[in-house]
C-alpha cells in the first residue's frame, strides 16, 4: 500500500510538471512565433489613420470602441488579438496583444506583450 502512494504521489508530481512546463513555457513561446510581424512595432505616438495604414483596418472598421481599436487573427482553434488604445488627440498610447489558448479540457488567456507611451508630466 506505501508502495502504491508513492507511486501515485510521483506521477501526479511529474504531472505537474509536464503540466506547468507545457502551459507556461511551450504555448506562450509558440504564441509569440505566431505573432504577425507588423504587430512587432506598433506605432506608438502616431496618429489613429497612421496605425491603421501600419497595421490594417481593424476588425470592427465600423464602430469606435471605447477609445481603441482591436484585430484578431485566428491560428486552429486559438485567438490572437491586438489591441491599440488612443487618447482624446487619437494618439495611440498603448497596445496590448493577448493570446487565447482554447483546447476541449483547457482555456488560457496569455498577455504576450505590451507598451505604453511614457507620458512626461509637466
Not at 497596445?95 to 482554447?102: G, V
Not at 483546447?103 to 488567456?109: F, I, N, S
Request: aromatic share 14%.
Amino acid at each position: 500500500m506505501r508502495r502504491l502512494l508513492k507511486y501515485f504521489l510521483v506521477l501526479l508530481f511529474i504531472g505537474i510538471l509536464v503540466y506547468l512546463f507545457l502551459f507556461e513555457l511551450i504555448i506562450p513561446s509558440a504564441a509569440e512565433t505566431s505573432i504577425p510581424y507588423k504587430w512587432h512595432n506598433v506605432p506608438l505616438g502616431h496618429k489613429r489613420d497612421v496605425v491603421h495604414s501600419y497595421v490594417g483596418a481593424p476588425a470592427k472598421a465600423d464602430k469606435w470602441e471605447a477609445q481603441g481599436d482591436g484585430w484578431i487573427r485566428r491560428v486552429n482553434a486559438n485567438e490572437l488579438s491586438l489591441h491599440v488604445w488612443y487618447n482624446k488627440d487619437t494618439v495611440a498610447t498603448c497596445y496590448s496583444i493577448r493570446f487565447l489558448y482554447l483546447d476541449w479540457l483547457v482555456t488560457r488567456h496569455y498577455i504576450l506583450r505590451n507598451d505604453s507611451l511614457a507620458v512626461a508630466l509637466p
